[in-house]
């Protein structure tokens, strides 16, 4: 006979899937970013990148190997998987913490700290090779010219802050004095980090949103398998009891007998 809820094992059961499903998500935006990355190519910290592609499949399938496990151990009520999962709950929601707190704590202050590292590197022009290939693929898939300002190219402005002449119609260019008073040049009016700042806030909410949500699941994994543990450990069910009257109150036929012997006339 099971010794485990059939509700709190289908609710187990319910919350493994959707454990599962979370970690498949992790794994779909990895490759969503890995296609996004190859498809638009452009230099950059590649080992970094790669780190941290690596670190979301790594997330994802073992948030889907635990989910399996906890599912295992719940149907098969072995107590041996359960604490395993146990473990690896209360482990996985205290580096989630670790990690979601101080994150946002810094949330607020990321557009400073992306501001001054960005304000280094300037002018452009005069930056590495790297840096300058980087802002190039920039402006040209965002259509927008130097980081603050098109001054940040001081007067070696790239083609790819150009603007053609449909561009110019819509209103998104601006014509500027290049390298001499009598030469016009007509470049992008958006500058390049008010878009990569709206990305890059949009990344750090999804981070947080995902680092949150894998310790509210690990704390609600906790409490469901240490109930099913406790309930396979005390059985739900009591023994029936069965009353029985001790012998000494059993009614005991008299030792002895009174004799009667009735008169005589």
Request: proline share 5%.
């Amino acid at each position: 006979m099971s010794q485990v809820s059939s509700c709190l094992r289908r609710i187990f059961t319910a919350f493994n899937i959707f454990f599962a499903v979370v970690g498949g998500l992790i794994i779909a935006l990895a490759l969503l970013s890995q296609v996004l990355y190859n498809t638009h190519g452009g230099g950059g910290d590649f080992e970094g990148r790669s780190t941290s592609l690596l670190l979301l499949y790594v997330l994802g399938g073992v948030t889907m190997v635990i989910a399996i496990l906890g599912a295992f151990g719940a149907h098969k009520e072995n107590k041996v998987a359960l604490i395993v999962f146990l473990v690896c709950m209360v482990i996985g929601s205290l580096v989630m913490l670790k990690v979601g707190v101080p994150l946002a704590i810094a949330r607020p202050e990321l557009e400073g700290l992306l501001k001054d590292k960005l304000q280094r590197v300037l002018p452009l022009d005069r930056a590495s090779e790297d840096i300058r290939t980087v802002a190039d693929n920039l402006q040209s898939n965002l259509h927008c010219c130097g980081l603050f300002s098109y001054k940040d190219w001081e007067d070696q402005i790239p083609d790819s802050c150009l603007c053609n002449s449909e561009e110019e119609v819509e209103g998104l260019c601006q014509r500027i004095q290049y390298k001499n008073l009598f030469q016009l040049r007509s470049v992008y009016t958006q500058t390049c980090f008010p878009i990569i700042m709206s990305f890059l806030s949009l990344v750090a909410d999804v981070v947080l949103g995902v680092v949150f949500t894998l310790a509210i699941l690990a704390l609600l994994g906790v409490a469901l398998s240490s109930l099913i543990i406790h309930q396979m450990r005390v059985p739900s069910g009591r023994p029936t009891m069965v009353l029985t009257v001790p012998a000494v109150f059993a009614p005991q036929p008299p030792k002895y007998q009174e004799l009667y012997n009735p008169p005589e006339y």
